[in-house]
């Protein structure tokens, strides 16, 4: 009896007041998981991640090619939306977002011959990472500075040094022009639904990253025994 009073007293309140005054530090610290902006430095390359529709991305890269920080920019390539090859068939012209990076490199004078294209087009991150990584070593560029949008900076970035195997220097810079606020992404409709859909593609990734390892581990293993036996 004594033991439920103090409960209902003293330690549930206790709790209560904790999340109450805790939890717009959990809060926070969700969105700021999911921005990583490591500090600037020359790099071999400007790489541009698809998917903002070819503007808050490619102005970044252009103000880091500007700057100095690389000689050479890279856009990667996406599938095309729906609807787009119906266009096409109907006669009707409508820039993709390649395009559309390519009107801003022109109308801020970045030279053609300083920019690299990926040809394959890609439908996510993980096989825009395998373009992008080719294309790197094909050019012998050992370092790239990774410019996407803010919410997508972390995964972005595990997810090039996880198949560049380590080779690549990553410098992760999120696009300046994107508006998502990491400490208050929960005020904005928006911003939250970025978080969520952020979140289960992390989890994606990170149930596929140990299912890879869990099976090299085995494969590992396997191969050990086989070379036990064949010596024994």
């Known amino acids: 009896m004594v033991g439920k009073l103090i409960r209902w007293l003293i330690i549930y309140p206790l709790i209560g007041l904790l999340l109450y005054v805790g939890y717009p530090f959990l809060l926070r610290g969700i969105g700021r998981y999911l921005v990583t902006e490591d500090p600037l430095e020359k790099a071999g390359a400007i790489a541009v991640l698809t998917g903002d529709g ?20 890279i856009l990667t390539h996406q599938l095309l939306p729906k609807g787009y090859e119906a266009l096409g068939r109907l006669g009707i012209t409508v820039p993709e977002e390649r395009d559309i990076q390519w009107m801003v490199l022109k109308a801020m004078r970045v030279p053609r011959a300083a920019v690299l294209q990926v040809k394959e087009r890609a439908n996510s991150t993980q096989s825009e990472m395998i373009y992008l990584t080719r294309l790197l070593e094909e050019n012998r560029i050992r370092s790239v500075i990774l410019v996407t949008s803010r919410s997508h900076s972390t995964r972005a970035r595990k997810i090039l040094a996880r198949t560049s195997g380590g080779r690549i220097a990553i ?13 208050g ?11 969520l859909m952020e979140y289960e593609k992390l989890l ?3 149930v596929v990253s140990v299912g890879s390892n869990l099976t090299g581990w085995l494969r590992g293993r396997g191969r050990a025994a086989a070379t036990a036996e064949a010596t024994a």
Do not use: H, M
């Open 54 to 73: 070819g503007v808050a991305r490619t102005l970044e890269a252009v103000r880091l090619y500007q700057d100095g920080y690389a000689p050479i920019i």
């Open 185 to 195: 992404w929960w005020r904005s409709r928006l911003d939250a639904k970025e978080v």
């Open 204 to 206: 994606n990734y990170w």
């Open 171 to 183: 410098i992760s810079r999120p696009t300046r022009y994107d508006s998502f606020d990491p400490d």
